[in-house]
């Protein structure tokens, strides 16, 4: 192990980081608030300890295979404690490190659980920071990293593996890392400028049009408001966020591919994506008509409600126009389930991905073949193009890991918090997928849980979006004996 | 005619032995000394031993004046190679070859001179998978060729006990079907070639050769046995280049099973197809095919690389309840010793020469197809020139002078079908369907066509 070189790299990617601490300071400075100083001194802070940690220690050895999974791990929980700065020394929050913590942590890994009440009345900067660091999270930090640093080098596609979402961890899009990063970001830049302005065309001011576009397209869940998309109340809004969340939930490869060869027809010969479109439209219908039947809703407008919320869960968005918690039957249960799927690889949403549950169906459907033809050759096949033994594997063993992390993350989080089930289960779950809101007593924030359980979340928060292996190899002596 | 065929495997070597018997001047190029020697003990031709696509070597086996040029290595881009030396260096100027790989005809125009100077490709994989296609289409007919692109077929079939025209005279045909018109093309009654007259008695067990506009083959087929109900379930056995070609290609239409004894390759098939259940297996491993439920299959295709495994696959699975077997069976003497056991057999060398005859034939001919292990022969003659210059155009069929054991079976004229009565007049450019039962007759049907010198 060169514990140095990890160190240094991790200082570099933190100074870098630091200077992004200024971007709330031209807000402060347009709406003339009293945070300039507590982004200041966060921004020193953060641009100090990282030199600190790449100056000294200078080497020039290139990172190697596993370097990559510490270095992503010590940048995530690196940023999540410095990005937690500028809402500890805030005024006008008083807020513990460990809420400030948890809402940058939240933040960082797009999950959108929130731990702040009184969103309307925040500086405006605070709030844009909030939306920032979701808007970092979204794409990924460390391919961000990769995309402007090209002197991380060969340890770049290292890095990018530890971060992208999907099974298919070594796609990449062009035949330099350096330029797949760029082009993941050009493209999420993209969606992030248009969905902007569509939703300054629907009817929001600029500041939530360009804060709300940040969440929407990282599929992250922080509003600038305590009734999050509800307090618009505007159909035209939520359409957009809909198509937006939907969009950003696509493989990033996918809309490349598709702007690389400027044909649209390539969304519809993908089979994750008609999958996952497939999943989006039949579960809307089921709970619209869960809505719509049911004795007990009481809701307005079934349709509208049913629709923008089961998309917005669905890709593990987390906006809200209604407490979902609290509607009919198994409404909210299934909700929270589908979050479970989540989005299609290689997009901004969390989950498991669809393409991993695909690949399990089939799987499961090759078992009965077996049983019928007990001579067969049964490849996987997505389409028509077999998927290779060691990557279903692969699947099955992040699948049950991550079935395993969430028992055993439940049964902490009960323990440490004296917490009921459903609000145990979701919380965990809910953080776990990315997703933002739970049920139960974190239905609208978490700010009620104990501390102990809140560092839990962050941790699930990660183990979520760095898809548990990444953390998990971390944890196991023989990464350290290598 | 000069004719140089590159490769002396299976397809070269059958080809070279069915020219050199009809007198062609055959070279044999091949890099494998043995097998050249063995085929030149036994053959009247001239061989040479070199790598086929070397400049040096296709000089050496006289390509300068070469009339024609078959490329049937077991490389495509040799072939390729071959075939754009013979035009570039010597000008030969007819140019086969054969191209397996599919990944080479996506594009339009690549074989053309400008840019791989081929006139024309065979795929002999292909050839027999279409063949066996036909034959899943049609269950009961042993052969199904097609002519014209498919607008008119020739139908080999055996006559069974229950067919309404069994025991009948063929002029009931027509009563028996007004609609569909047909005409009977040769009958063989015990291995004899019988012309068929209108008086003539359809028995049980004769091989019927009929021709007849595509959709009306079914409603012909009906009158010469029980109708059988069309295939639904489909086992092939061997998943090599034919296996796989069929497969991909019935697979649509047809529940399909495939066997392959080959791991790798079993797997490699599954990844390929799409709706196939590819078995791992050997096609002989009876319990294998009771688990699979051969007894339920209509039809059982074996089309392994090994003529003992296909034929004992057959017998087995014929034994075990399949309604038809269809068997790839490549030596010759196999054929009469399984005759009776197995439904069909298809020879994969019958399949290459007949998609090579139209080539070496003199006269204007769009199709040609070898029959009864080439002792027959069905040929699609364009007729051309005028009553002066021709000995076929502006005649009625009646007054034609064909060879006997010739005939015309169906005539198609701007892609319109016509059924050879004696009373239709054949015109310039018609494309003329006839059946050879003795393949010698073959000198006079092409001097037939040949346009005379008023032409020009």
Redesign the interface.
Known sequence: MHLAVIFRVTGTLLTFFSFTFLIPVLIALIYDEQTISTFIMAFAITLASGLLMWLPLRGNRELRGGDGFLITALFYIGLGMFGAMPLYFASATDMSFTDAAFESMSGLTTTGATVITGLDELPKSLLFYRQLLQWFGGMGIIVLAVAIFPMLGIGGMQLYRTESPGPAKDNKLTPRITETAKALWYIYLTLTVVCAGAYWLAGMDLFDAISHSFATVAIGGFSTHDASIGFFNSTAIETVAIVFMILSGVNFGLHFLVWRRRNPLLYFQDVELRTYLLVLIGLSAIICSLLYNHPDSNIENPVRDGIFQTISVATTTGFTTQNFSAWPSVAPVLLLFAAFAGGCAGSTAGGIKIIRVLMIYLQGMREVKRLIHPNGVFPIKLGSVPVADRLVEAVWSFFSVYVFVFMLMTTFVMLAGDLDFTTAFSAVGACLNNLGPGLGEVALNYASLPASVKWMLMFTMMLGRLEIFTLLVLLTPAYWRR | MKILILGAGQVGGTLAENLAKEAFDVTLVDNDANRLQELSARLDIQTINGWASHPEVLRRAGADDADMLVAVTSSDEVNMVACQVCYSLFRTPTKIARVRSTSYLTREGFFSKEHMPIDVLINPEQVVTNHIHELLKHPGALQVLDFAEGRVQLVAMRAYYGGPLVGQELRLLREHMPKADTRVAAIFRRGQAIIPQGDTVIEVDDEVFFIAAQEHIDAVMSELRRVERPFKRVMIAGGGNVGAKLASAVENNYNVKLL?YS?PR??F???QL?KT?????DATDRE?LL??NIEQCDAFCAVTNDDEVNIMSSLMAKRLGVRQVITLISKPAYVDLVQGDIDIVVSPQQATTSSLLSHVRRADVARAHSLRRGAAEAIEAIAHGDRKSSKVVGRRINEINLPSGANIGAIVRNNEVLIAHDDVVVESDDHVILFLVEKSQMRDVERLFQVGLAFF
């Open positions: 392959e791991i079993a797997k098939l599954a990844d799409l259940v590819v078995l791992q297996g294998l688990e699979e």
